[in-house]
């Protein structure tokens, strides 16, 4: 089974950047869909972002389009997500999934649809 471990959380001032890995263990052929998910307090768990590991296409929420970035490098299995001009609404615990080979992400994200989750990474925007 993979295992993933995310990294790059912290606090940041509105306007400001982060960088959030997520490293995955195991086969590289498991698992094709690499999803970000965020929860906040209270909150139903929310899909961010997603890009496929067999083609490099992207997904991404209306609430993060044109300030996050996902990217991928697949000989270190590492999937990053860079997310510029933060805003207070931005603050969660931020998840990195997948699920099997067959799942590819397109359209809004289901956290349902993955099996395989990290342990999450907080990141907190705030003044």
């Known amino acids: 089974q993979v295992q993933l471990v995310e990294s790059g959380g912290g606090l940041v001032q509105p306007g400001g950047s982060l960088t959030l890995s997520c490293a995955a263990s195991?086969?590289?052929?498991?698992?094709?869909?690499i999803g970000w998910f965020r929860q906040a307090p209270g909150k139903e768990r929310e899909g961010v972002s997603c890009?496929?590991?067999?083609?490099?296409?992207?997904v991404y929420a209306d609430s993060v389009k044109g300030r996050f970035t996902i990217s991928r490098d697949n000989a270190k299995k590492t999937v990053n997500l860079q997310m510029n001009n933060l805003k207070p609404e931005d603050t969660a615990v931020y998840y990195c999934?997948?699920?099997?080979?067959?799942?590819?992400?397109?359209?809004?994200?289901?956290?349902?649809?993955?099996?395989?989750w990290g342990q999450g990474t907080q990141v907190t925007v705030s003044s």
């Open positions: 890009i496929n590991r067999s083609d490099g296409t992207t």
């Open positions: 195991g086969s590289t052929f498991d698992y094709n869909a």
């Open positions: 999934a997948v699920d099997g080979p067959m799942l590819y992400c397109e359209g809004p994200l289901k956290a349902a649809d993955f099996s395989s």
